[in-house]
């Protein structure tokens, strides 16, 4: 057996690396316009070379002062320093000139910054089902152990208002009697909203008919007897077993379908998700405009404290080591805003050209596209057009949509004219609206009426978007 040893070598491959710098600018491409925010924040709380300045300050100051001659007896600043400091005063003058470009200029004054900090700060945190529950709990007119009773109860309560546990559980584990854990839940039922605490939807349905005295009527039979039937849209079997008419149970099924099966849905729990459009389009004339929104960004330059810090030939080089190298953060921080803003810009422009239909008259205009067909054209990768548009919204005369609802594959009509899908959903939605309750069509009944209008989908294409829209099978749409 050979000998075996450790040792150290040098070898030289070829790899690819993302450099930090690089890897900070593809971030800065994807991220959303608020989180974006966040992240101009945290570096401006890490790097004090970096400064906001608001726009309705003097827009003709210098953000770094000009260069003077140094004193008798100083030492002038070496070449090197003299360079970058000639790089930060153009940097400044070029970053204040691209936000007073026409088509991206945004006025961003002080009292704009004030109005989003009194409407963030004025969002309020709706209360939850279970706040609502507690709170006529302690109304009730209920002994300690049965607000603890129910305390523990109203904890096992979904979102949607159902109990999710069982009180042969609760009972154990608090050492209460169950028909006492039963009585409480009883009490919690009948607080508001209507049908919470149910332990299933009969339950839930059936409490909500007691409510309305409805107890004994055939819409409590069906839901207690006929319920699985109803949900399968079986009428016909339903009017057999209960010897009424189809048409009877027909309504009865129309009014049951008011009744609600989530009690606790108007409490959700989910907060309310805000978005700002990265891009507004604005009609003028009979042409679109396209204006990259720089309201929420902030407008940063170099401070100039530092940079006489640099000037100053009492600055220990450790220090001057440190500025330098936060201000080339600065520097490319400033740069990879400018080039994101930029980019979607060109993006933007290009969608607008493309969709001009679909602005003009409307979804059934939408025209198909892909990311490659853009990156095309700009001369970029796809993958950039990919992160540009992720997570970002255009606001148009259509209204707001995510940028890559304008991105949709097509289909070629007879006449070999283009159709974007999301047109095709379109139609499709509006033939289900449109049909005959008693005969609803079927997905090769949506077939043959996209074929007579010259467009060849395939039904299982047709039953995936059905699906997609949220539209049930023709058997479960019938009406009798």
Request: charged share 25%; net charge negative; aromatic share 6%.
């Amino acid at each position: 057996m050979a000998n075996q040893f450790l040792s150290q070598t040098q070898q030289q491959r070829l790899s690819q690396v993302l450099a930090p710098q690089l890897r900070q600018s593809l971030h800065l491409l994807q991220v959303p316009i608020l989180e974006l925010q966040s992240v101009i924040q945290e570096e401006l709380q890490t790097n004090p070379t970096l400064e906001e300045r608001l726009t309705n300050q003097d827009p003709l100051a210098p953000a770094i002062e000009d260069e003077k001659p140094p004193k008798p007896g100083e030492e002038p600043p070496d070449e090197a320093f003299e360079q970058e400091f000639q790089v930060l005063a153009h940097l400044d003058d070029e970053w204040r000139d691209y936000f007073q470009m026409d088509h991206f200029n945004i006025p961003y004054t002080r009292d704009d910054a004030a109005r989003r900090e009194f409407f963030m700060n004025s969002i309020s945190q709706s209360e939850s089902l279970q706040e609502h529950l507690l709170r006529q709990l302690t109304l009730g007119d209920m002994s300690k152990e049965e607000v603890k009773i129910g305390e523990l109860l109203i904890g096992n309560i979904n979102d949607d208002g159902y109990f999710t546990s069982s009180t042969e559980e609760l009972a154990r584990s608090t050492g209460c009697e169950k028909e006492m854990v039963d009585e409480v839940l009883s009490v919690i039922q009948e607080f508001s909203p209507i049908g919470v605490g149910s332990r299933d939807l009969r339950e839930c349905l059936l409490l909500q008919l007691n409510r309305l005295g409805l107890s004994h009527s055939p819409a409590a039979i069906i839901i207690q007897d006929h319920l699985d039937r109803l949900a399968a849209k079986k009428l016909p079997d339903i009017a057999r077993a209960m010897k009424i008419p189809v048409e009877e149970v027909q309504s009865i099924a129309h009014f049951i379908a008011t009744l609600e099966p989530k009690p606790g849905r108007m409490f959700s729990a989910e907060t309310p998700t805000y978005v700002l459009p990265e891009v507004i389009v604005q009609k003028v004339n009979d042409d679109y405009i396209v204006i990259v929104n720089n309201d929420q960004i902030p407008h940063l330059h170099i401070s100039r404290h530092y940079r006489k810090l640099m000037e100053d030939t009492e600055t220990s080089t450790e220090t001057k080591k440190y500025i330098r190298e936060k201000i080339q953060s600065s520097k490319f921080l400033i740069n990879s805003i400018h080039q994101r803003q930029q980019t979607i810009y060109r993006i933007a422009t290009e969608i607008v050209r493309v969709q001009r239909p679909f602005l003009d008259h409307g979804i059934t205009h939408l025209s198909p596209l892909t990311m490659s067909e853009i990156a095309n054209v700009l001369g970029v990768h796809e993958t950039t057009v990919s992160r540009a548009i992720a997570n970002k919204y255009m606001q148009t005369p259509r209204g707001v949509f995510e940028m890559k609802y304008f991105f949709t594959p097509g289909f070629k009509n007879d006449a070999g004219a283009s159709i974007s899908n999301m047109t095709i959903k379109d139609t499709i939605e509006q033939m289900v609206r449109d049909e005959d309750p008693g005969h609803p069509l079927s997905d090769q009944d949506i077939v043959g009426l996209l074929k007579e209008n010259g467009l060849s989908v395939a039904r299982r294409t047709i039953a995936k978007y059905r699906d997609q829209l949220n539209i049930q099978p023709s058997h479960l749409r019938k009406s009798y």
